[in-house]
């Protein structure tokens, strides 16, 4: 199956005061290491969704096999970069089948676990299951990038999930728990590096 991937990197990070997406970690920028670990799922195109701070966050990404593309319209939600990741990885894969969604923040994600994310992707929906939740990283049959692509403000791919709860494959990923949207956030995770 021909499967692409989107990676969501385009928010301001106003929660940590600095773009979190150039905050390094072991040498490496998150935007970086997110998009290592998405080349490692095996996926093919992926698309870089940049927003706000993008021209900062390009040279992060220029030696890597990866499209970057800017959404103009970030501030306008999570849902007009997702929309805008679909399309780009439409026009690039026209015969795509299947798109993993995953973010820049949570660093534990690795390409390793990416791959089976995508190993175990049962149509519709094969979604991550961490906290008691389920979220992306995801995978989404294309006959759902209509419904992705609709989505508005800030609703993201988790809106499809629940959307679709009865339908979607569990795939068990704690390692997604981690997120980094806080300085606070920032500093539990150095902790656990070290």
Known sequence: MKIGAVLLA???????????QLIRLDGLSMLRRAAEAAMGSGASPIV??????????????????????VNAEWAAG?????????????ALAPDTEAALVTL???PFVTGARLAGLIAGFR??????????????PAVFHCSLFGELESLEGDAGARRLIQRHVAETTEFDLPEAAIDL???????SFSAKLH
């Open 48 to 69: 870089v969704v940049l927003g706000a701070h993008a021209e900062q966050m390009q040279p992060e990404l220029v030696d890597l096999p990866v499209a970057a593309v």
């Open 181 to 187: 949207d806080t300085p606070i956030d920032l500093n």
């Open 123 to 136: 149509a519709p929906i094969t979604a991550s299951h961490y906290n008691g939740t389920l979220g992306v």
């Open 104 to 106: 820049c923040d949570q």
């Open 78 to 90: 999570m849902s007009t970069s997702l929309r805008l990741g679909i399309q780009t990885l439409l």
């Open 10 to 20: 385009a928010g301001a990070s106003t929660r940590m005061g600095a773009p979190k």
